[in-house]
């Protein structure tokens, strides 16, 4: 077991980024029952939708025309009109949906439902169900291989992460885990899960030709005590070389290189950080903090959090759209 300690402190003053891309943020504001709208350079919020109840997992469509939403207590994915905030349609979705993974040509979406103990796979042109697979107890985290071959899916129950095969739409193996995985991420050639063990205080990086975990990273932040190390979120920068993870109840996120395993900052944030997003051109990453009501923005080249915003009740997921 590998324990990564700080590779070193960025302490810079905080500063608004330069040069921000055209990107537009949408926070799913768990407790505030909405969806905050944020205009990524100005660091605006340029409005708050109404949505369902305990809206999670937050993604956009692949021609950018819709959010899609899980809305928890309503057991359905919302699917919202990106340009007026309306509501389109609600997906039948299977009980308490909490995330997604919108699949790699657009056409399905593979959604964790809670309540159910399944993955249910939603066709987006005729909105009705493919198909659904019954998993390990409470299902969270959800992604689909590059190849698309797999969708991953953690149980927070059991501990494991399912393996889904999509042509034969069935459970095939299942990969034991630290305690209560919530998130799963593979790196773009494939040939890695990475998983986030909340309970555990791990990230678990699972091969995937063995389906076997390879390597389990901890974390040490200086002044924070293990128990409140809760890794949640993961997401990789577009060249593959960082991986963003958010740290719950520490309040900071890790930036880890990902070829060396090593942190080369952990980055002070606001209370309970969800979820993180990156912007396109992999400069900023954009961390949900739920117990402050605020995303933070962070400089991921000078390892510093550069400017904070005030959102709606508990933002927990977060996603950046041109």
């Known amino acids: 077991m590998k324990r990564i300690m700080i590779a070193g402190l960025l302490l810079l003053p905080a500063a608004a980024p330069a040069n921000a891309l055209a990107e ?7 407790r505030g029952d909405s969806v905050s709208v944020i205009d990524a350079a100005s660091g605006a919020v340029t409005a708050t939708w109404a949505v ?11 021609d950018g025309r819709y959010i899609y939403l899980c809305a928890s207590l309503d057991h359905a994915v919302q699917v919202i009109d990106r340009a007026s905030g309306k509501l389109v349609a609600e997906l039948p979705s299977g009980q308490d949906p909490e995330q997604f993974f919108l699949s790699r040509d657009g056409k399905t979406l593979f959604v964790a439902n809670e309540d159910d103990a399944a993955l249910t796979a939603i066709d987006l042109a005729s909105r009705t169900v ?3 697979v019954d998993v390990g107890g409470e299902p969270e985290g959800v992604a689909q291989s590059p190849d698309g071959r797999w969708v991953a899916v953690t149980s927070e129950e059991d501990n494991v992460v399912n393996w889904i095969d ?20 593979f790196t773009a050639d494939g040939r890695q899960l990475w998983v986030a063990a909340e309970v555990g205080g ?19 932040i200086p002044g924070i005590p293990d128990h409140r190390i809760l890794p949640c979120g993961i997401r990789f920068t577009p060249d593959g070389r960082t991986a963003v993870i958010a740290l719950g109840r520490a309040d900071h996120v890790a930036l880890v290189d990902v070829a060396t395993r090593t942190v080369r900052a952990y980055v002070p944030v606001g209370k309970r950080v969800w979820h993180v997003a990156i912007s396109a ?37 977060i996603v950046a759209a041109p």
């Open 24 to 30: 537009t943020l949408y926070v799913s504001n768990e």
């Open 202 to 220: 791990t990230v678990q990086i699972i091969d995937t030709a063995s389906r076997h975990v390879a390597e389990t990273l901890r974390f040490t």
């Open 281 to 317: 051109d992999g400069t900023r990453a954009y961390a949900a903090n739920g117990l402050s009501d605020t995303v933070s923005v962070i400089d991921l080249a000078r390892g510093a959090a550069v400017r904070t915003i005030a959102v709606g009740a508990a933002p927990w997921g």
């Open 130 to 132: 493919a198909f659904q």
């Open 166 to 185: 999509v042509a034969a739409r069935a459970m095939v193996d299942e990969t034991p885990t630290d305690l209560r995985p919530r998130h799963v991420e």
């Open 52 to 62: 369902g109840g305990r809206p999670r997992g937050i993604t956009v469509s692949k």
